[in-house]
């Protein structure tokens, strides 16, 4: 069963830098470098956010505009690892952030694309913490 684990939050201050890890396990028959992988968040008492996706191939991304300019997505296939570095951030920012997949999106370049990793993914994991104050 497609599973991810999530690491690399943590308190830091407005305008600091957190990098978070997201290790994919579980993949059957295609290696996980095949699907789009993106990044979602849930701050209290808020909705569950489309943060950021990344393509099967890395040159294609997409990021929300609340995002754009301060995060960048990368993925390492061989390590079956995804990454968020995120920059500048801002109290907005706080929240869990959790990884998903939802085979065999390969591509995600939108919101929309975003919509479909997130309703079609069920096991979300633990997530790790981000939070942003002063």
């Known amino acids: 069963q497609l599973q991810f684990v999530e690491s690399g939050g943590g308190l830091v201050q407005p305008g600091g830098s957190l990098r978070l890890s997201c290790v994919a396990s579980?993949?059957?028959?295609?290696?996980?470098?095949?699907?789009?992988i993106g990044w979602f968040r849930q701050a209290p008492g808020k909705e569950h956010e489309g943060v950021s996706c990344?393509?099967?191939?890395?040159?294609?991304?997409y990021y929300a505009d609340s995002v754009k300019g301060r995060f960048t997505i990368s993925r390492d296939n061989a390590k079956n690892e995804v990454y968020l570095q995120m920059d500048n951030l801002e109290p907005e920012d706080t929240g869990v952030y959790y990884c998903?997949?939802?085979?065999?999106?390969?591509?995600?370049?939108?919101?929309?694309?975003?919509?479909?990793?997130?309703?079609?993914?069920?096991?979300w994991g633990q997530g790790t913490q981000v939070t942003v104050s002063a």
């Open positions: 579980g993949f059957t028959a295609l290696n996980a470098g095949a699907y789009a």
């Open positions: 998903a997949a939802t085979p065999p999106l390969f591509f995600c370049t939108t919101s929309q694309a975003m919509d479909v990793i997130s309703s079609g993914f069920h096991n």
């Open positions: 990344i393509s099967s191939s890395p040159t294609s991304s």
